[in-house]
Each structure stands twice: as C-alpha cells, then as structure tokens.
Nanobody
Framework: VQLQASGGGLVQAGGSLRLSCAVS????????MGWFRQAPGKEREVVAT????????YYRDSVKGRFTISRDNAKNMVFLQMNSLTSEDTAVYYC????????????????WGRGTLVTVSS
C-alpha cells in the first residue's frame, strides 16, 4: 500500500485547507485510515480517524468542530477538511492506514505517507 498526502501549505489563522490522501496498491475499502500530525519537537499525534465504511470517525478534542475526515473508497481517497486553523495546527500531517479497524496509536498503523506540511501564520 502506498499513501500520498497532499494539500498542505501556508495559510493565515482562521483559514482553511483540505488535505487529500491517495491510496494505491490495493483498494482502501478494508483499511482503517487516520490523519496524524507532528509539530517540531513534539511527538506524532492522532488528529482524526475513519473506519473503512466511513461511518465511524474519531477526532482529537482540539480539532473537534473544526476538522472533518472523510473518505471515498470508490476513488481510494481520504480527506481532511481543516477550518478555523490556528498556529497550534502547524505541523507535518501524515496519512496512515492499517488493515481492519482504526487505532489512535501511531504504532498500530502499517502504512504511512510522506507527510504534507501545514503552516498557519498568526
């Protein structure tokens, strides 16, 4: 499985970005998917996850109400819509996949994309 994340960039506080993750190598419809992020000097943390049917999602508290994770299994894509961005959201964002149900722990994911940098200026 190969994952390619895109959509990062520089945005002002209060702005929005939409991250995309293209899944290749196999169909994504049996993969639990997650977005993680890692800020400089900090550990990688889960941002949001979505189960393979797309019907169950999880968000870390700090992004609830601002971020939305979704997936299109027909197109093997996963998305993260990020609104009302703050400087605290500045990080490299990674798309991750694992067989079966999602996890909130990075170590449980088998497949990782290279990451896309999100920089929020205040």
């Amino acid at each position: 499985v190969q994952l390619q994340a895109s959509g990062g960039g520089l945005v002002q506080a209060g702005g929005s970005l939409r991250l995309s993750c293209a899944v290749s190598g196999r169909t994504s419809d049996d993969l639990g998917m997650g977005w993680f992020r890692q800020a400089p000097g900090k550990e990688r943390e889960v941002v949001a996850t979505v189960e393979y049917r797309g019907d169950v999602t999880y968000y870390r508290d700090s992004v609830k109400g601002r971020f939305t994770i979704s997936r299109d299994n027909a197109k093997n894509m996963v998305f993260l819509q990020m609104n009302s961005l703050t400087s605290e959201d500045t990080a490299v964002y990674y798309c991750a996949a694992r067989s079966g149900y999602t996890s909130r722990q990075a170590v449980d994911y088998h497949f990782w994309g290279r990451g896309t940098l999100v920089t929020v200026s205040s």
